[in-house]
């Protein structure tokens, strides 16, 4: 089997309060994703502490991070989130000027989801609707495929992978597409469960899925503690990747980012597979370019 891709999401809305080791500051996450590549990441994601920017204002706030990381590691692969517009409206089009600054990961979200937290009744409440129309998803690959780059998409649920598939099929999914699994505990991201929980017969169904397609996946646990979950392991087993991180780590301690890659590259090993690099896991998803440093401003 390749070697197994660990990708991190190192904050997202976890806040110091939930967990006082989440990187938040640029300059944290600088010394969070260094740390993190050290221990056996690939792939970095994180989200910026800054609300309703510009396109241009909020990829020169990720900027502020990742050049250094560049700077420090130059094979270090980096992604952002969704830029939110006015009204909560979700664009893509601040990868433009970070694809333009070297950047070589993207991001495409190929469907919609209720996302919210729970009432008095532990029923689901809430007015989220994390909304990515048919039209939004093409944009996001359309901007992929011209910037050269390959997009990470973020399946919350079975109609996001479908959707994936119908780009797939058509062979109009941009070069270096990584697919993850985010399998939802009672929990989920906000307070309230989405899409498929963390079980082997939910995985199974995934893989039913991706039958006949050679798209790297990884898996991931939200609201709970992957490598302390059979998912992780049966998931290297089937040949998939692992998706770690604070953004959804629920579970009863307060680790580090760190940790939780140190511990996903200890499960590899137990199950015989190593640890991908950054450049090995750039030539096992096929991103398109070369490893460059980011622009200075």
Not at 36 to 64: F, K, M, P, S, W
Not at 178 to 187: G, H, N, Q
Not at 231 to 243: I, M, P
Request: with cysteine; aromatic share 8%.
């Amino acid at each position: 089997m390749n070697p197994v891709i660990i990708e991190c999401a190192i904050n997202g809305v976890t806040s110091k309060a939930t967990n006082p080791h989440v990187p938040v500051e640029p300059a944290e996450i600088v010394a969070d994703a260094l740390g993190c590549i050290e221990a056996g990441a690939a792939i970095i994601h994180n989200h910026i502490d800054r609300y309703g920017l510009t396109v241009e204002q909020a990829a020169e706030r990720y900027l502020e991070a990742w050049r250094p990381v560049l700077a420090a590691r130059p094979d270090a692969l980096l992604y952002p989130t969704v830029h939110f517009e006015q009204g909560s409206a979700i664009s893509y089009e601040h990868l433009v000027p970070l694809a333009a600054a070297g950047l070589r990961v993207g991001l495409t979200d190929p469907g919609s989801v209720n996302l919210g937290g729970t009432d008095a009744d532990g029923v689901p409440a809430g007015p989220l609707v994390y909304a990515n129309s048919f039209d939004s998803i093409r944009r996001a690959f359309d901007i992929c495929r011209e910037a050269k780059l390959g997009p990470s998409l973020a399946i919350y649920e079975p109609g996001f992978l479908r959707a994936t598939l119908a780009w797939w099929r058509a062979g109009l999914l941009p070069q270096g597409a990584m697919i993850k699994l985010y399998f939802a505990t009672e929990r989920g991201y906000l307070g309230a469960p989405f899409g498929l929980p963390p079980t082997e017969r939910a995985l199974d169904a995934y893989l039913e899925l991706l039958d006949g397609c050679d798209i790297p996946w990884a898996a991931s646990i939200v609201g709970g503690d992957l490598c302390a979950h059979p998912v992780a392991k049966l998931a290297l087993e089937r040949g998939g990747h692992l998706h770690v991180g604070l953004e959804f780590y629920g579970g009863d301690r307060t680790p580090t980012n760190r940790e939780l890659v140190t511990e996903a590259a200890d499960l590899c090993r137990q199950v015989g597979r190593s640890v991908a690099t950054p450049e090995q896991a750039a030539e096992i998803l096929g991103l398109p370019g070369r490893t460059v440093r980011l622009a200075t401003s």
